[in-house]
């Protein structure tokens, strides 16, 4: 089991930025993997950005060049950088872990809202 809490969210005005930070605990020697989604009202939940234990990073399309994925040196925090925040970025977002295995597990959501 891996326990992940996240933080960070809350109001900014479009043009604005925010930093969420996850932190994992529990069986983290098996984390292959911990990233970011979204889920906006009435859409699915879709990919913000990855980072593999090994470093490698993916982004969705949409936040290229705007948002950063990064993590502490014991690879058991994550962070999202958001910057350049659209109104279009409002979701609720989650921190997922996965696992070697391939199970994963979620945190429980961050509310980020962008204003106009």
């Known amino acids: 089991q891996v326990h992940l809490v996240e933080s960070g969210g809350g109001l900014v005005q479009a043009g604005g930025s925010l930093r969420l930070s996850c932190t994992a605990s529990g069986s983290t020697g098996a984390l292959n993997g911990l990233g970011w989604y979204r889920q906006a009202p009435g859409k699915q939940r879709e990919l913000v950005a990855l980072?593999?234990?090994?470093?490698?990073?993916r982004y969705a399309d949409f936040v290229k060049g705007r948002f950063t994925i990064s993590r502490d040196s014991t690879k058991t925090s994550v962070f999202l950088q958001m910057n350049s925040l659209q109104v279009e970025d409002t979701a609720v977002y989650y921190c997922?872990?996965?696992?070697?295995?391939?199970?994963?597990?979620w945190g429980q959501g961050t509310q980020v809202t962008v204003s106009p």
């Open positions: 997922n872990a996965g696992i070697l295995g391939g199970s994963s597990f």
């Open positions: 980072i593999w234990i090994s470093g490698t990073t």
